[in-house]
């Protein structure tokens, strides 16, 4: 399995930006993808995920109605729009793949982070 994120870049405060998380080797729809952000000096924490099956979503408290989570029509393709970013959002952002329909800390694959960086 190999999950690929991109769309990461620099963005003003108040900006937009929308990473997708490509994944392959994954033979079903019964599996979660998550995304997850870790901040220099900071813990890495979970931002959303979704399940591929039935679409379900989960957000992060802070990110709840600024960020969106999407899957693609081909399945295996991961949007997470993000608006009205903010400074605090500046993170290296992870796709992750689990098996199921759900998210976690410890998930069975992780892609390659992209860098999100929200300054004037």
């Known amino acids: 399995v190999q999950l690929q994120a991109s769309g990461g870049g620099l963005v003003q405060p108040g900006g937009s930006l929308r990473l997708s998380c490509a994944a392959s080797g994954l033979s079903s729809d019964h599996y979660a993808i998550g995304w997850f952000r870790q901040a220099p000096g900071e813990k890495r924490e979970g931002v959303s995920c979704?399940?591929?099956?039935?679409?379900?979503?989960y957000y992060a408290y802070g990110v709840k109605g600024r960020f969106t989570i999407s899957r693609g029509n081909a399945k295996n393709t991961v949007f997470l729009q993000m608006i009205n970013l903010k400074p605090e959002d500046t993170a290296v952002y992870y796709c992750?793949?689990?098996?199921?329909?759900?998210?976690?800390?410890?998930?069975?694959?992780w892609g390659k982070g992209t860098l999100v960086t929200v300054s004037s």
């Open positions: 979704i399940s591929i099956s039935d679409e379900k979503t």
């Open positions: 992750a793949a689990e098996w199921g329909s759900t998210c976690h800390d410890n998930m069975d694959y």
